[in-house]
């Protein structure tokens, strides 16, 4: 078993809270008075530093919101306040996707980045990713922070990195058979598109020694059938990741792989609740993750409602890791249901039954109202010489599912979007 830091990852579970509280107590004494954003928030609910004497303490400090760091940026602009330090103490600059609106700026100072670096060898570890690898990241790098930690986890573990931006598809394949790559760092939509023009283009998958295929950016590597079809597509074990732009890189999957992702718990303090009442849920509980990030003083987050759905599971791993896991990894976004007919969907449930169609080769999903009704209109792109009668049986296998049958269209090929970042395959149309 291939560990980053096996000392704190098969801590005693009491020996882990204590680790917690220390940091978080350092951290809290460190952010009051210099970090305007936490500081004024804190004095305003009426709480210090000194009221955090045990973990069951965090309760009391407020949550906080996305919504909050975006409108204290617009108002205290380019940055906003949450910086504990004078700018010239930070040396990077990333920004979320701005899927959901404007993206959000985050800055990290070097001893925050080196976090970051820490929490993706993790990450990588827990895929079984060694010196002896050669990783190659097939995107390229802009602002989104992406796989930019990623290149500083390999860093940490000694790995090779060879960056693929500035290719197309083709060129990537072909670089990464030169160099013999062994793990493979995309979204789990882009490595779907890298099998999809190997297939178009005639190129061997087998030609490249890759041993494992390791996911962020999107949801994906953790629904059931989108990862088979990546495992089959490169006969390569697929590893599920997650975290955020302004929350850190979070968890991961073990190899082991017991159908969930470990929280990196020496970096995060992890609560889950009900996301209407804020109650804490019991573990095995479906709930709203709220993340406590412990490394990154410079831009932290404390107790951020991250919009994300999960399960705790606080039973060890057979691969000795105590750290506390989420079973499914990310099963969904709070914000992401949509009520149709009455039956409450989640994209990632809609996903996974399209995957177990090997002829699908891409999809787009729209909900909108026609007279008043809820319709789901999905667009499949099959592979060449698939059966256009694919669309009738994943409209009868979805009415199974679902209790109301969309209505599914067959599209000639490539005339769905390609995506190497984050996938928009969801769309609310909502009446004028």
Same mark, same amino acid.
């Given at each position: 078993? $291939?560990?980053?830091?096996?000392? =704190?990852?098969?801590?005693?579970?009491?020996?882990?809270?204590?680790?917690?509280?220390?940091?978080?107590?350092?951290?809290?004494?460190?952010?009051?008075?210099?970090?305007?954003?936490?500081?004024?928030?804190?004095?305003?609910?009426?709480?210090?530093? #000194?009221?955090?004497?045990?973990?069951?303490?965090?309760?009391?400090?407020?949550?906080?919101?996305?919504?909050?760091?975006?409108?204290?940026?617009? /108002?205290?602009?380019?940055?906003?306040?949450?910086?504990?330090?004078?700018?010239?103490?930070?040396?990077?600059?990333?920004?979320?996707?701005?899927?959901?609106?404007?993206?959000?700026?985050?800055?990290?100072? =070097?001893?925050?980045?080196?976090?970051?670096?820490?929490?993706?060898?993790?990450?990588?570890?827990?895929?079984?990713?060694?010196?002896?690898?050669?990783?190659?990241?097939?995107?390229?790098?802009?602002?989104?922070?992406?796989?930019?930690?990623?290149? #500083?986890?390999?860093?940490?573990?000694?790995?090779?990195?060879?960056?693929?931006?500035?290719?197309?598809?083709?060129?990537?394949?072909?670089?990464?058979? #030169?160099?013999?790559? /062994?793990?493979?760092?995309? $979204?789990? /939509?882009?490595?779907?598109?890298?099998? +999809?023009?190997?297939? #178009?283009?005639?190129?061997?998958?087998?030609?490249?020694?890759?041993?494992? =295929?390791?996911?962020?950016?999107?949801?994906?590597?953790?629904?059931?059938?989108?990862?088979?079809?990546?495992?089959?597509?490169?006969? !390569?074990?697929?590893?599920?990741?997650?975290?955020?732009?302004?929350?850190?890189?979070?968890?991961?999957?073990?190899?082991?792989?017991?159908?969930?992702?470990? &929280?990196?718990?020496?970096?995060?303090?992890?609560?889950?609740?009900?996301?209407?009442?804020?109650?804490?849920?019991?573990?095995?509980?479906?709930?709203?993750?709220?993340? /406590?990030?412990?490394?990154?003083?410079?831009?932290?987050?404390?107790?951020?409602?991250?919009?994300? &759905?999960?399960?705790?599971?606080?039973?060890?791993?057979?691969?000795?890791? $105590?750290?506390?896991?989420?079973?499914?990894?990310?099963?969904?976004?709070?914000?992401?249901?949509?009520?149709?007919?009455?039956?409450?969907?989640?994209?990632?449930?809609?996903?996974?039954?399209?995957?177990?169609?090997?002829?699908?080769? +891409?999809?787009?999903?729209?909900?909108?109202?026609?007279?008043?009704?809820?319709?789901?209109?999905?667009?499949?792109?099959?592979?060449?010489?698939?059966?256009?009668?694919? !669309?009738?049986?994943?409209?009868?296998?979805?009415?199974?599912?679902?209790?109301?049958?969309?209505?599914?269209?067959?599209? !000639?090929?490539? $005339?769905?979007?390609?995506?190497?970042?984050?996938?928009?395959?969801?769309?609310?149309?909502?009446?004028?």
């Amino acid at each position: 078993m $291939t560990y980053f830091d096996a000392a =704190t990852e098969t801590l005693p579970r009491e020996q882990l809270a204590g680790l917690q509280l220390g940091k978080l107590q350092a951290m809290s004494r460190e952010l009051w008075g210099r970090n305007a954003f936490y500081t004024n928030k804190w004095k305003s609910a009426g709480v210090s530093p #000194e009221d955090i004497r045990s973990l069951d303490d965090i309760v009391r400090l407020p949550f906080t919101k996305k919504g909050e760091l975006m409108e204290d940026q617009a /108002t205290n602009g380019p940055f906003g306040t949450n910086l504990t330090y004078p700018l010239d103490a930070y040396v990077r600059m990333h920004q979320t996707s701005g899927t959901t609106g404007v993206p959000l700026k985050v800055l990290d100072t =070097t001893e925050s980045w080196d976090w970051w670096g820490r929490c993706w060898g993790h990450v990588l570890a827990g895929a079984g990713v060694t010196a002896a690898d050669r990783l190659f990241m097939a995107f390229a790098f802009g602002p989104f922070i992406g796989f930019w930690a990623a290149v #500083e986890g390999a860093r940490k573990i000694g790995a090779v990195m060879v960056p693929g931006g500035g290719r197309d598809s083709q060129q990537r394949l072909e670089l990464m058979r #030169e160099v013999g790559a /062994t793990v493979l760092c995309c $979204t789990p /939509t882009y490595a779907l598109r890298l099998a +999809e023009v190997a297939h #178009e283009i005639g190129f061997d998958l087998a030609g490249i020694p890759m041993k494992a =295929t390791v996911h962020a950016g999107e949801p994906g590597a953790n629904i059931p059938s989108t990862k088979n079809r990546i495992q089959e597509s490169w006969t !390569a074990k697929c590893f599920d990741h997650a975290g955020a732009s302004e929350v850190g890189a979070h968890s991961f999957e073990c190899l082991h792989q017991p159908g969930g992702t470990h &929280l990196i718990e020496s970096e995060y303090i992890a609560e889950v609740i009900n996301p209407l009442t804020g109650a804490v849920v019991n573990p095995g509980e479906r709930g709203e993750l709220v993340l /406590t990030n412990l490394g990154r003083w410079g831009f932290p987050v404390i107790r951020y409602r991250t919009g994300d &759905l999960v399960k705790m599971n606080l039973d060890r791993c057979d691969c000795g890791r $105590t750290f506390l896991r989420f079973d499914g990894g990310i099963l969904g976004r709070a914000d992401d249901m949509v009520t149709v007919r009455g039956v409450n969907v989640f994209p990632a449930g809609v996903e996974n039954i399209i995957r177990k169609f090997a002829e699908i080769d +891409e999809f787009r999903i729209t909900v909108n109202k026609v007279k008043q009704m809820d319709e789901m209109d999905i667009e499949i792109e099959l592979c060449e010489g698939a059966d256009p009668d694919v !669309a009738h049986q994943l409209a009868i296998k979805l009415d199974s599912m679902l209790s109301f049958r969309p209505r599914v269209h067959h599209v !000639a090929r490539n $005339t769905l979007p390609r995506f190497e970042m984050k996938a928009k395959r969801f769309h609310v149309k909502h009446d004028a």
